[in-house]
């Protein structure tokens, strides 16, 4: 395990990743307990994340670094890095500004199996053309 006096470099390569140099992270809102998001970190977004204060992730479908709310301003702020026994699996316990989702709501997590079907549980915050300008 990691000490009080590891840097970030020494956190960053703690954690382990998968086959793809992955490793999930759950974002969570420091002070309600709100599950907000899942996404991907590489080595990249962990050191950015702990270097910069603001949590970075990794786009597996643009296959780049996603600082989260650079086009939208919905930015998390880190408030506590954790990650589980394993080290497989992060938790960034976050400051979310805005909506966490890129559907406009504040959760990603915002859908239930109601009923037997899935359905949205949570309204739109603020809609996506609105959020991303478009």
Same mark, same amino acid.
């Given at each position: 395990?990691? *000490? ?14 998968? *086959?793809?140099? $992955? ?11 709100? !599950? ?13 994340? $702990?270097?910069?204060? $603001?949590?970075?992730?990794?786009? +597996? ?5 996603? +600082? ?14 954790? %990650?589980?026994?394993?080290?497989? %699996? ?6 979310? %500004? ?7 709501? +504040? *959760? ?5 199996? +109601? ?10 915050? !603020?809609?996506?053309?609105? $959020?991303?300008?478009?």
């Amino acid at each position: 395990m990691c *000490s009080k006096t590891d840097t970030p470099e020494d956190i960053v390569n703690a954690l382990k990743y998968n *086959s793809d140099g $992955l490793i999930p992270a759950i974002a969570q809102q420091h002070d309600s307990g709100e !599950i907000l998001m899942m996404a991907w970190m590489n080595k990249e977004a962990v050191a950015e994340t $702990l270097t910069t204060g $603001l949590v970075c992730y990794y786009s +597996r479908s643009r296959e780049k670094l996603w +600082r989260k709310g650079e086009t939208s301003g919905q930015q998390q702020e880190l408030i506590d890095f954790r %990650t589980d026994c394993d080290l497989d %699996t992060v938790l960034v316990k976050v400051n979310q %500004t805005g909506v966490a989702c890129h559907t406009g709501r +504040r *959760s990603c997590f915002s859908w239930a199996a +109601r009923d037997g079907k899935i359905e949205a549980v949570e309204k739109v915050i !603020i809609s996506p053309d609105e $959020l991303y300008k478009k």
